[in-house]
């Protein structure tokens, strides 16, 4: 590929990233290098670890991870493949285990991923219990969600949400309770659906109900260096979300928060091969907040309206990506300003990955 695709760019003058990068057969394995294994991803929620043993698997860049609470109730992201042969420890979520045993040959550790028993090892010379632990990710907690990263090059989480908390205010987002997940399979790239997600400019023409509801000739965009954030007046009405803002961050590489009256949702952008991804959104809401069940109803129908108009116009322009028709167009700075910071960081992370 040219050197000139990953120069940095100007917002003044700048192009989209070009459609290779949205296609073909490096491309996964690509994002996988240079992204998904260096960066901080969202994991699970802390209330699904709140106790020791509690424990939810995941996956980072095909590394298969345990995010357990030590019995010193201190939160780990163990590698979740045993030290004999790569067996697992856990296949599902679990509460209140004592201790992880491999579901291969019985190999146990204890919560903090130290090996505390291998079944009928005596004659093993120099074999040492003691020198073997399962590897750990990074892992961190934010407002009641938590993130997990591969290797030492992500930024730390708090650089990664600069400035989320101070924007948040007294809105208590870590205290709302988790209601449901809608999960949507994509036939785009994810980075096709984040391109779509950072820019307000299509509202008018694809969205005329959420056009309605916020204002977008308010529409503001705010970059830092690992988020941009999005928000605008709102004006739902007291059948939707009332009025307030809507509050957008999208947070590098894949996290999407968003922040309504009384309301978050958080999204998930997860490749799944170059031409797919799913998506999911997970809803959260005040504890004892009235009508949760018609207020919940309302929500996901109106966010189903709109992420049915994204994902169609976003399977489109995959098409157009993959056409051979195109390379790259020029941003518009007035209002792409959130693609540019994506195109850029990304841009800085396949420089970094090809060294
Ligand atoms: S692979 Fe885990 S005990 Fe054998
Ligand atoms: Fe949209």
């Not at 698997?57 to 030590?70: D, K, M, T, W």
């Not at 949400?161 to 709302?176: E, N």
Request: aromatic share 10%; net charge negative.
């Amino acid at each position: 590929m040219p050197d000139s695709d990953l120069a940095p760019q100007p917002l003044a003058t700048a192009t989209a990233l070009p459609a290779h990068y949205y296609s073909g057969a490096e491309t996964a394995a690509r994002d996988r290098h240079a992204i998904f294994a260096r960066n901080w991803q969202l994991v699970a929620r802390s209330a699904q670890v709140a106790t020791p043993g509690d424990h939810v698997v995941c996956e980072i860049a095909g590394v298969p991870l345990l995010i357990v609470r030590g019995a010193d109730a201190v939160l780990r992201a163990l590698h979740n493949v045993c030290r004999h042969r790569a067996g697992p420890l856990a296949l599902c979520d679990g509460l209140a285990a004592k201790r992880l045993r491999c579901h291969y040959h019985g190999w146990t550790y204890a919560l903090d991923g130290q090996l505390l028993s291998a079944p009928e090892m005596d004659d093993a010379e120099g074999f040492a219990k003691a020198r073997i632990c399962l590897p750990q990710a990074r892992v961190a907690e934010w407002r009641g969600l938590v993130f997990a990263a591969l290797g030492d090059g992500a930024p730390s989480l708090e650089d990664l949400l600069d400035g989320v908390d101070a924007r948040i205010g007294d809105r208590r987002i870590q205290d709302y309770v988790f209601h449901s997940r809608t999960s949507y399979d994509i036939a785009c790239n994810w980075k096709t659906y984040i391109d779509n997600y950072l820019e307000g400019y299509h509202v008018p023409h694809i969205h005329p109900e959420l056009n309605r509801v916020i204002d977008y000739r308010s529409y503001v965009v705010e970059t830092k260096r690992w988020n941009s954030f999005q928000h605008s007046p709102l004006d739902s009405g007291d059948t939707l979300y009332g009025s307030g803002e809507a509050l957008y961050w999208f947070v590098w590489p894949n996290t999407l928060l968003n922040v309504l009256p009384d309301r978050l949702q958080t999204n998930r952008v997860v490749p799944v091969d170059a031409a797919r991804c799913r998506v999911e959104f997970d809803y959260y809401y005040p504890a004892g907040l009235p009508d949760l069940h018609v207020r919940h109803a309302r929500d996901q129908a109106f966010s189903d309206l709109i992420q049915q108009q994204d994902v169609g116009m976003c399977e489109l322009v995959q098409r157009g990506l993959e056409s051979g028709s195109y390379v790259a167009g020029r941003l518009n700075p007035k209002r792409e300003d959130g693609v540019h910071h994506f195109h850029e960081l990304l841009r800085e992370a396949y420089r970094a990955g090809a060294t």
